[in-house]
């Protein structure tokens, strides 16, 4: 069993930022082997993929976020981090963190409880 644990998110304003970090935990979790993604889902609508990073630190984003938000992992400390900058009201929404191991051959993974951004206009 895996353990995903995001950071507090907030509220802040248009252009401002906010840093999430998840850090991820399990007796048998390695965390190398993951491949580590932030998703989103807005009220009323599905859930997205934000940005992935790759156990070797392949990175891919969503379009709309390119430019402002950035991935990282540590595996040191087992977690990975999301830098969101010039954050606009459409970025509001619930986050999640997930995790898969790539040596899985099935697409499922761990989830986090999600941590709530609202930017205000």
């Known amino acids: 069993q895996v353990q995903l644990v995001e950071s507090r998110g907030g509220l802040v304003q248009t252009g401002g930022s906010l840093r999430l970090s998840c850090t991820a935990s399990?007796?048998?979790?390695?965390?190398?082997?993951?491949?580590m993604a932030w998703y989103r889902q807005a009220p009323g609508k599905q859930r997205e993929l934000v940005a992935r990073?790759?156990?070797?630190?392949?990175?891919n984003y969503l379009d709309s976020v390119k430019g402002r938000f950035t991935i990282s992992r540590d595996n040191a400390r087992t977690a990975v981090d999301l830098q969101m900058n010039s954050l606009k009201p459409e970025d509001t929404a619930l986050y999640y963190c997930?995790?898969?191991?790539?040596?899985?051959?099935?697409?499922?993974?761990?989830w986090g409880p999600g941590t709530q951004v609202t930017v205000s206009s």
């Open positions: 997930f995790s898969r191991d790539v040596r899985s051959a099935s697409a499922d993974g761990y």
């Open positions: 399990g007796r048998t979790f390695i965390f190398n082997v993951n491949v």
């Open positions: 990073i790759s156990p070797s630190g392949n990175t």
